[in-house]
Nanobody, 118 residues
């Protein structure tokens, strides 16, 4: 079965950094696109970043220059390095998988809470 487990969330002061990790199993990680999404209280889920199997990364405009997505195919793990965090970044961050030839992300982790204090 597919399993995505996020970690690395927590409380951080504005301007600080966090590194999220998503460990996967049950997916063909090396040919799958991985993504990070977030959902703040009272708001819709928002795309944050994605990385294709060949390493092409995409970012939401709101995080460009501050966040970096990366993948470790040997460990079937995707990371999200978040720098210069602001209170607007407070949200539940979730990892997701889009399989090869799939149109949408279909598998989701449980999410990890990121809280950015003033």
């Amino acid at each position: 079965q597919v399993q995505l487990v996020e970690s690395g969330g927590g409380l951080v002061q504005a301007g600080g950094s966090l590194r999220l990790s998503c460990e996967t199993s049950g997916v063909t990680f090396g040919i799958s696109t991985m993504g990070w999404f977030r959902q703040a209280p009272g708001k819709e889920r928002e795309f944050v970043a994605s990385i294709t199997a060949d390493g092409f990364a995409s970012y939401a405009d709101s995080v460009k220059g501050r966040f970096t997505i990366s993948r470790d195919n040997d460990k079937s793990t995707v990371h999200l390095q978040m720098n210069s965090l602001a209170p607007a970044g407070t949200a539940v961050y979730s990892c997701a998988v889009k399989r090869i030839f799939a149109k949408d992300f279909a598998y989701w982790g449980q999410g990890t809470q990121v809280t950015v204090s003033l």
